[in-house]
């Protein structure tokens, strides 16, 4: 089985901010659910994709062991 990889910009509110800042950490990948999808700031875009994940209050995530 092949699987690519792929760059997802992602967003956390202000009001957010402090409570998802203590559990996600920087280089790191996470296992996302729950999550919103919404079209990519033009002003903030940090990748190619059309898309960016935000992470509002009910996501449910997981750190992915480093491999």
Same mark, same amino acid.
């Given at each position: 089985?092949?699987?690519?990889?792929? #760059? &997802?910009?992602?967003c956390?509110?202000? &009001?957010?901010? +402090?409570? =998802? +800042?203590?559990? #996600?950490?920087?280089?790191?990948?996470y296992? #996302?659910?729950? =999550?919103?999808?919404? +079209?990519? $700031? *033009?002003k903030?875009? #940090?990748?190619?994709? *059309? &898309?960016?994940? +935000?992470? $509002?209050?009910?996501?449910? =995530?997981?750190?992915? *062991?480093?491999?």
């Amino acid at each position: 089985m092949y699987q690519q990889d792929t #760059l &997802v910009q992602g967003c956390v509110s202000a &009001v957010h901010q +402090r409570k =998802f +800042r203590e559990r #996600l950490a920087k280089g790191s990948a996470y296992t #996302l659910s729950e =999550f919103d999808v919404t +079209r990519s $700031n *033009p002003k903030f875009k #940090l990748s190619d994709g *059309p &898309v960016s994940i +935000r992470i $509002n209050e009910g996501i449910d =995530f997981e750190k992915l *062991p480093n491999t």
